[in-house]
């Protein structure tokens, strides 16, 4: 503060900087010009000038001459009664005092350094830096001084980038290309998200000195004359640092006002909102979380508020891959503010991200009819759309994203994979072209680039391709695609895939298919088996050890509900499931999980909660799990039983009832084996059967290869030996190395990989009225048949 000479001599200034006509008096139009000019950040209307002119000449009548308006004695006054801060006043206006004056009010330099205030006054005619936050009536600056810590770390910030920018340290990179993360950055009204992204050298000595001068910012908050006080100017530092994504050092101060007022909800949510552009998303959640709490507590007064906590905390959830718990609160936030667009198009991704596709489709309709140019959703529209088969039209809706977006790099990536399911290799190849020039290091862009031109026959430029992913990365994927290429070279396969015209292929019919030797597996059931691997691998369930299970089961006590079908269930809604999931799945990364979660949703939950309750019998999904988690296939069978027993219809018994483990076999089979329908599984005998049944006859039901689960032996030895390689041999239809078992034709000499075998495809230059088949494990296994024929 200025001694009260200072301040006078200050008001002095002030005053005849505005007495225009030079009558010692300010009128209406003088008074007008001074209040818009020291507060250069808020735009006045006509009604609001007029308000507080008829307030201060109504206050101040004793010092109101009536023909020249408001006397110098009565501006001092108004700033003695506090109605303004006469050193912010003075600052905004520019203002200097003569050398004497400047020598007496020696303490505003005590109070900020004194380059900071040379600064301020040199900077203060065109500064209006400070964004709309700061003026809102619910979440601007209340105090004066909080004006000056503003002022103070602006001039700081500038020094700052200035040194940065001088040294080449400074830089800032455009987001047009990517996705917008559509979440709630500010309370109060939507604020769009920068489309800049600010990257500060943090390791030179400028930004050092930098810290210690905010350190000292962030003190003087603290030694403010009250809490409330401290607060606010805790919360406008944190502010300013987040707009000028400091977010390390917005983040101290934001924690700061947490423990200065604990029940706010403004810090917590602003802390949420540091934390998780800082990746640490289960903090964020958690701020979240508290912010939802104190608003909850706080009535009325921040009920506007839950749709961007709802949002930022479903996406703090998604950034954990915690896409089901996401959905919850979308989809809450979206009931609250119907308009809230960026609520719907999140509900519509994280409904895609988990295969509900119709509800997704809905949401993102919804959202783009709201906000048409939203180019986000019209991708993942496009994208859900793809899901239901819908191509064509998702084609459409890819282009309007990104005629919208022309450098929009997911629309782009997922149109380039719609074009190569529909085999239209030439023009998915143009789209990963343009994923690389906006995305030059994107190696899967450059890898299905490749294959592209592989499909449109171009193979000298798919090699090329090739050998350019194959400097960003050195992926298994990427030599065993150059591995094809080889082959396909030698053996001068044309276009269309096959050599002198022909098909690459030809698919024969599975009684053609005859096995040789006990240990060859069925066609039929490889191929079934195989897509149980796959779930296996997207999952990663057989990473789960399934004594997980039995300690989950053990450990957690569910209480029992009636669901829609009737009898009393240990169920559980899908978000909360997604919880154990996450448990049993800890090692994860959340994106792996969310196509984990995604799998599981679309594969197995889909037939557990036919009806679309949202809840699912916890006892059958354990049950459901068990096999194909990680584990002995006896531990497996036993953990199987063992969650059926847990089941409140069973539960305290030894035995199931052979009911509960018939229903049990029939979703197992309509799961696992999509060949066998629902349908077919209703004829399984004994549904109506109330008798009970035992741990061995289970075993026995359980086994049975036409009834039972009996396809678990076949999985097992995928599990064992999926990854065995057999040297140089190649599949004779894909030219892929083959991974797994080889399967050879006795007398042809061919060899097929699991899948095309699988799927019955063979060479079409060996036309066989049948075609015997043996399986080989390992290449051991085929060195010893060899070394046999050889003795014979």
């Not at 559509?182 to 489309?195: F, I, N, V």
């Not at 076949?714 to 064992?720: P, Q």
Request: hydrophobic share 40%.
């Amino acid at each position: 503060m200025a001694t009260r000479g200072s301040r006078s001599e200050k008001v002095k200034k002030i005053f005849q900087q505005f007495d225009t006509n030079r009558d010692g008096g300010l009128n209406r139009d003088e008074m007008a010009a001074l209040v818009v000019a020291v507060n250069p950040r808020v735009k006045f209307s006509d009604e609001q000038i007029n308000a507080i002119l008829d307030e201060v000449f109504r206050t101040y009548g004793e010092f109101i001459d009536d023909e020249k308006g408001l006397t110098y004695d009565g501006l001092l006054r108004t700033y003695d009664d506090g109605a303004g801060d006469v050193d912010r006043d003075f600052d905004a206006l520019g203002l200097e005092l003569n050398f004497d004056v400047k020598k007496g009010a020696s303490i505003v330099s005590e109070a900020s350094s004194s380059s900071i205030v040379d600064e301020r006054v040199m900077e203060s005619q065109k500064k209006q830096r400070t964004a709309a936050w700061a003026v809102s009536p619910h979440h601007g600056i209340v105090f004066d001084d909080t004006w000056k810590l503003v002022d103070d770390l602006e001039i700081l910030l500038k020094r700052l980038k200035a040194m940065q920018a001088k040294d080449g340290k400074f830089r800032s990179d455009n987001f047009d290309a990517y996705s917008d993360a559509g979440w709630s950055r500010e309370l109060g009204a939507s604020a769009e998200l920068s489309e800049k992204r600010i990257f500060w050298e943090e390791s030179g000595p400028d930004y050092a000195v930098f810290v210690k001068e905010l350190r000292a910012l962030r003190s003087r908050a603290d030694g403010a004359r009250s809490r409330e006080e401290a607060f606010d100017g805790q919360m406008a530092i944190g502010r300013v640092l987040y707009e000028y994504q400091l977010f390390k050092e917005a983040l101290i101060c934001f924690k700061r006002s947490c423990e200065l007022q604990p029940t706010d909800v403004r810090p917590h949510f602003r802390a949420g909102n540091c934390l998780y552009v800082l990746g640490k998303y289960k903090e964020a959640k958690e701020e979240f979380r508290l912010a939802l709490e104190s608003a909850e507590a706080g009535g009325n007064q921040w009920r506007y508020l839950f749709p961007q906590i709802y949002v930022n905390l479903g996406i703090a959830l998604e950034g954990e891959g915690m896409v089901l718990s996401a959905c919850e609160y979308y989809r809450e936030a979206a009931i609250l503010c119907p308009t809230h667009y960026r609520a719907l198009k999140l509900l519509g991704s994280a409904l895609f991200g988990v295969g509900e596709y119709r509800a997704a489709v809905k949401a993102l309709e919804e959202a783009i009819f709201m906000k048409p140019d939203y180019s986000d959703a019209h991708c993942d529209l496009a994208s859900a759309l793809h899901g239901m088969g819908e191509d064509e039209r998702a084609i459409e809706v890819f282009q309007k994203a990104i005629d919208l977006k022309p450098g929009h790099v997911d629309a782009l990536y997922n149109l380039g994979g719609l074009y190569m399911d529909l085999g239209r290799f030439q023009r998915a190849s143009e789209m990963y072209t343009r994923v690389l020039a906006v995305w030059p290091n994107h190696w899967r862009a450059q890898l299905n680039k490749a294959v592209s031109l592989l499909g449109a026959g171009e193979t000298e430029e798919a090699k090329k391709a090739l050998k350019e992913a194959l400097k960003m990365t050195n992926r298994v994927e990427l030599h065993d695609a150059i591995c094809h290429l080889k082959q396909l070279q030698k053996k001068k396969v044309k276009a269309n895939g096959g050599t002198n015209g022909e098909a690459a292929f030809v698919i024969v019919d599975p009684s053609k298919f005859k096995t040789v030797g006990e240990k060859t597996t069925l066609r039929q059931d490889l191929g079934n088996a195989l897509q149980i691997r796959a779930f296996q691998r997207i999952t990663r369930l057989n990473h789960c050890e399934v004594d997980l299970l039995k300690k989950e089961m053990n450990e957690t006590d569910v209480p029992v509900s009636y669901s829609g079908s009737g009898g009393p269930q240990k169920s559980i809604r899908k978000p909360n499931l997604e919880e154990i999931l996450c448990k049993f799945l800890d090692f994860l990364k959340p994106e792996t999980f969310q196509g984990a979660v995604k799998a599981i949703n679309e594969k197995v939950l889909s037939v557990l909660d036919e009806t679309g309750s949202g809840r699912v019998d916890l006892g059958m999904f354990y049950a459901v799990l068990a096999p194909i988690c990680n584990g002995p296939p006896d531990k497996r069978k036993r953990i199987a039983f063992d969650a059926l027993l847990w089941r409140s219809v069973n539960e305290g018994h030894s035995q199931i009832r052979k009911v509960d483990v018939v229903q049990y076999i029939k979703l197992l089979r309509a799961i696992f084996i999509p060949s066998h329908g629902v349908s077919e599984m209703l004829e399984v005998h004994g549904e109506t059967d109330t008798s009970m049944v035992s741990f061995s006859e289970f075993l026995v039901m359980f086994n049975d290869p036409d009834w039972g689960f009996g396809i678990l032996s076949t999985l097992l030895k995928l599990e064992i030996g999926d990854r065995n390689r057999h040297g140089n041999h190649v599949c004779s239809v894909c030219y892929y190395p083959i991974i797994g078992s080889r399967f050879m034709e006795v007398k042809s000499h061919f060899s097929l990989c699991n899948q095309c075998y699988s799927d019955g495809k063979v060479p079409p230059y060996f036309k066989q009225d049948e075609y015997k088949l043996k399986e080989y494990g390992k290449e051991a296994e085929a060195m010893k048949d060899k070394c046999m024929c050889f003795n014979l």
